[in-house]
């Protein structure tokens, strides 16, 4: 796993492994993170490892749902992982599967709507963040609020 966005999508061989074009961390836009790592990771035989590249929420989402479907066997067909740092992140597992689509769910742009008389300001990531880190609540809860 790894931040994002990255794609995730092992059917575009043009993205997946690559940090996307539209990664607020501008120095790391179109970077290959899965070929170094195949590469250190293979055997002397050039043989690859089983992989799979996810984003920084949904693989503890995924490891989390295998270890209680099939460590602890509970009976369970989702799951949600949120994580709280210097965003609000979530990873959704849906039907035993990550949650995927035009982007990852993104739970701290969620907005909310502040307690009457209250004068607080929570502050995210600002102008980059689609509501100005106005009441959302990664701008309200997250490390940088």
Do not use: Q
Not at 4 to 31: A, C, F, H, M, Q
Not at 48 to 76: C, G, Q
Not at 93 to 116: F, Q, S, T
């Amino acid at each position: 796993g790894t931040f994002g966005p990255v794609g995730v999508n092992d059917n575009d061989p043009e993205t997946y492994g690559r940090i996307l074009p539209g990664s607020p961390k501008k120095d790391w836009r179109n970077v290959d993170i899965l070929s170094p790592i195949l590469t250190a990771c293979s055997g002397s035989d050039k043989s690859k490892p089983a992989y799979k590249v996810e984003t920084d929420v949904n693989a503890p989402a995924m490891a989390e749902y295998e270890y209680n479907t099939k460590v602890l066997k509970k009976s369970m067909t989702s799951l949600a992982y949120i994580t709280v740092g210097t965003g609000i992140g979530v990873g959704l597992v849906m039907n035993g599967k990550p949650v995927h689509g035009m982007m990852h769910p993104e739970g701290g742009h969620v907005p909310i709507v502040p307690l009457p008389g209250s004068d607080a300001f929570a502050y995210s990531w600002g102008d980059k963040s689609p509501f100005k880190g106005k009441n959302t609540v990664e701008g309200t809860a997250s490390s940088v609020a």
